[in-house]
């Protein structure tokens, strides 16, 4: 646990306090509403709450399930995150090593008379404030955007609010010492946040065009503006078009040659069209066909930013088109809203058709997916948000170079009334150059699943997933556990509704499964090469349902990775006693266990004996455990170990490092003719149940042992079977005597029996 102590910012007229230690929270309101220039948090500021609705500025807490976990509201109005454990809420603070994602903690209002940009400093590489939208709490800023520094401030109109998280880093920071010291939270009147930052409209449009230089629609100052020009169109503004009006001779109107479609074509190089003042709407006319466009952007370095465009489907009795395609080089849509109604559309609101380079951030579509199958160089697709899009939330074709960061979508898979669709994901790749800097569909898989908030991708056919505890179970986006880890997928090579082995599975923090809920109670093998099984800060995931008649967990692919997971097998009391089968089995070739701790818990039917069964490792090639820790909750019997028979029958070569051997449980090393045990820096912390020997083995002429500095309780054993015919940590000659003399050397003089006679220690 992260050594933190308990923060909190306090609030007065012109002065905020932050005083943190992990994190820190503040209270409802303080200052006045007359204009103010900035203000500014500091520490070590003795001041107390003003608790006035009037204030300016306020934090506030929300109602949110980490809120509800880590946020305090103290009888001084003052709010308080606590990250050690010691809030009133179920937190269970800050893990060590691992990466802590607390969504929607707090948010903060602009309740003062002009505009303010708001942002924060502190001094810790391992903390940064965010913007969260889960809880689905409308805010400012983009979902997963920082909040530190002038450059990530994001500005609040009168009434606006940003909802701020945060993420704790301790993997990758040196958190020895304090987290975090000292922190300031900026809200300046007099700087726009970067986002917002407006040039200067040459031309304006504000749905009446009355006064000089106006005009009533975005069409008719797109007839008079020029190359690098800039296209206001004014915050209060409701721009509505009429395509009966559009003169095809002009070059701001596109058409079909063979139809009568007409959109408006954005065609001059360097032009930009912006709201200002606030964000206008521009309605998607009701006139347009199925599937017709509205606006699209052929220009080079044209952007489109701070604005709505609304779509009535219900109105317009079609499906929809594109109410934005991008199709020019060095495109930009910042900040854009496209809201369809009357159900989600089958085609695309927003879409990247063509040209190189192209950008599409802050976005919001409602109603709909935002696609890239076109275009081509590097594609950024950052800080969207996505909510019922009736199929893939964030899509694309190409073979591009993509940036995809902080982005949310939700209600992905929900289908409209144009789509039936099956096994939908947030995002879809089929595919990409590169996703994040990442070439391996694994990375680019969970990149992907980490940078964004999102829980099922699909990248070049294969799929991935991350799972929270509360989005698990009979009605939820993955029924079972068993669904996280073989989700269906859409095409590839498993094809249409099946499900096929994850790639990418991870779990973020919490517990799976119980007999209160048997989210993963049924066999599963796990079949894809590669894959990576991951948590993200030690879930606990139980398996319910060990049974007499095969292994339960089986991890069949090759090279497939499992990581950083507590995992728990038991069985339901009225089921059948298992006898002697594994509940976990690595049979691919290759693999590597990293940080698992595996508890076998069995629950045996009343008057019955406890079952056995054991961690098989029955692949190929060389397979890896590495700090993993093994506790057994029964007493009595001797067959609960981890078994590595099979792969030294395949002259294989299993390595145990650094592990921890509880509560009597033992390994093996029958290397035989041609299998190497390579066992070091283990801790077995018990005599085995049924007996003292900690590790039994034997051999032949071309097995091996590699078996050092391994720590044994006392009276333990290392029991062989066979004479120690071969390789015996690099001695080969000398008999078993000199051989069971090392191997009692090397690992603190443990007595090694060999075939019943005590030979050494």
């Not at 404030?129 to 609040?156: I, K, P, Q, W």
């Not at 020019?328 to 089958?346: C, E, F, M, R, Y």
């Not at 590790?695 to 042992?705: D, V």
């Amino acid at each position: 646990m992260v050594s933190t102590h308990r923060v909190r910012w306090i609030m007065r007229r012109r002065k905020l306090l932050i005083g943190i230690g992990a994190a820190a929270a503040g209270g409802g309101a303080a200052f006045g509403t007359e204009a103010f220039t900035s203000v500014q948090a500091e520490r070590n500021v003795d001041v107390a709450v003003a608790g006035d609705r009037s204030s300016f500025i306020a934090i506030q807490p929300l109602s949110s399930n980490n809120a509800g976990k880590y946020v305090n509201t103290e009888s001084d109005d003052t709010v308080e995150i606590e990250l050690d454990g010691g809030n009133s809420g179920s937190g269970e603070g800050v893990a060590q090593d691992a990466i802590t994602q607390l969504e929607d903690l707090f948010r903060v209002v602009n309740q003062g008379s002009q505009p303010v940009s708001v942002y924060f400093e502190d001094d810790s590489e391992a903390v940064t404030f965010r913007v969260t939208r889960s809880t689905g709490t409308s805010t400012n800023g983009s979902n997963g955007e920082s909040l530190e520094g002038a450059d990530n401030s994001v500005e609040l109109a009168v009434g606006e609010q940003v909802v701020v998280g945060m993420t704790v880093d301790t993997l990758n920071n040196d958190v020895s010492g304090q987290l975090l010291d000292s922190a300031v939270l900026y809200a300046d009147a007099n700087a726009s946040a970067p986002q917002q930052s407006i040039p200067e409209p040459q031309y304006i449009v504000d749905g009446d065009g009355d006064e000089p230089n106006t005009f009533e629609t975005l069409s008719a100052a797109l007839g008079e503006a020029t190359a690098d020009s800039v296209i206001g169109i004014r915050g209060n503004a409701v721009v509505t078009e009429d395509p009966a009006e559009w003169d095809a001779s002009k070059d701001y109107i596109a058409t079909e040659e063979d139809n009568d479609d007409k959109w408006l074509n954005i065609g001059m190089n360097g032009v930009t069209v912006t709201g200002f003042d606030g964000t206008p709407e521009i309605e998607t006319p009701t006139s347009l066909g199925g599937g017709e466009k509205f606006i699209e952007v052929t220009g080079s370095g044209v952007t489109v930013r701070n604005l709505e465009i609304t779509d009535d489907l219900s109105a317009r009795g079609n499906p929809g088109g594109g109410n934005l395609i991008v199709n020019g080089d060095d495109a930009t849509v910042d900040g854009v809203t496209i809201d369809i109604s009357g159900g989600p559309t089958g085609n695309v609101p927003l879409r990247v058709a063509g040209g190189a380079d192209p950008t599409v951030t802050n976005a919001e579509v409602l109603g709909g997916p935002i696609a890239a199958n076109g275009g081509s160089g590097s594609v950024t697709l950052t800080g969207n948000y996505v909510d019922t899009a009736g199929d893939n939330g964030i899509w694309s074709t190409l073979d591009a170079d993509f940036m995809i960061e902080n982005n949310q979508v939700d209600n992905h898979d929900t289908a409209g009334p144009h789509t039936s669709v099956s096994n939908a994901k947030e995002i879809k790749l089929t595919g990409p150059n590169s996703v994040n800097g990442e070439t391996d569909t694994a990375a680019q898989m969970e990149s992907l699943l980490t940078e964004n908030s999102v829980n099922s991708v699909q990248v070049s056919g294969d799929a991935g997933t991350r799972a929270t505890p509360d989005i698990v179970g009979s009605d939820k986006q993955f029924a079972s556990v068993n669904e996280v880890l073989k989700p269906g997928v859409q095409g590839g090579s498993a094809g249409g509704s099946s499900s096929k082995s994850a790639l990418v599975a991870l779990f973020e923090d919490g517990e799976y499964g119980s007999l209160r809920s048997q989210i993963f109670d049924s066999a599963i093998t796990h079949d894809r090469d590669g894959a990576v099984i991951k948590g993200l800060s030690k879930p606990t995931i139980t398996y319910t349902g060990m049974a007499g008649g095969g292994t339960d967990v089986e991890l069949a692919g090759d090279n497939i990775t499992v990581q950083d997971l507590d995992l728990v097998f038991t069985n339901d009391p009225d089921e059948q006693s298992v006898s002697g089968e594994p509940f976990l089995d690595f049979a691919g070739q290759g693999g590597t266990a990293r940080n698992i701790d595996v508890t076998y818990d069995p629950r045996p039917r009343s008057g019955a004996g406890g079952p056995t069964g054991y961690v098989d490792v029955s692949g190929s090639g060389t397979i890896t455990f590495e700090g993993c820790t093994f506790s057994d909750t029964t007493s009595g019997g001797s067959n609960r170990y981890v078994s590595a028979n099979g792969l030294y029958d395949n002259g294989g070569t299993f390595e145990l490092l650094d592990c921890v051997f509880n509560d009597g449980t033992r390994t093996d090393a029958n290397v035989g003719d041609s299998g190497t045990a390579v066992y070091k820096n283990n801790q077995f912390n018990a005599t085995p149940a049924g007996g003292t020997d900690s590790i039994t083995g034997s051999m032949s002429g071309g097995g091996e042992f590699d078996i050092t500095d391994n720590d044994f309780v006392p009276g333990a054993e290392m029991k062989i079977t066979s004479s120690l015919a071969g390789r015996v940590n690099d001695v080969t000659s000398g008999g078993s005597d000199a051989k069971a003399t090392q191997l009692s050397q090397d690992n603190g003089v443990v007595k090694i029996r060999v075939n019943g006679n005590i030979l050494a220690g």
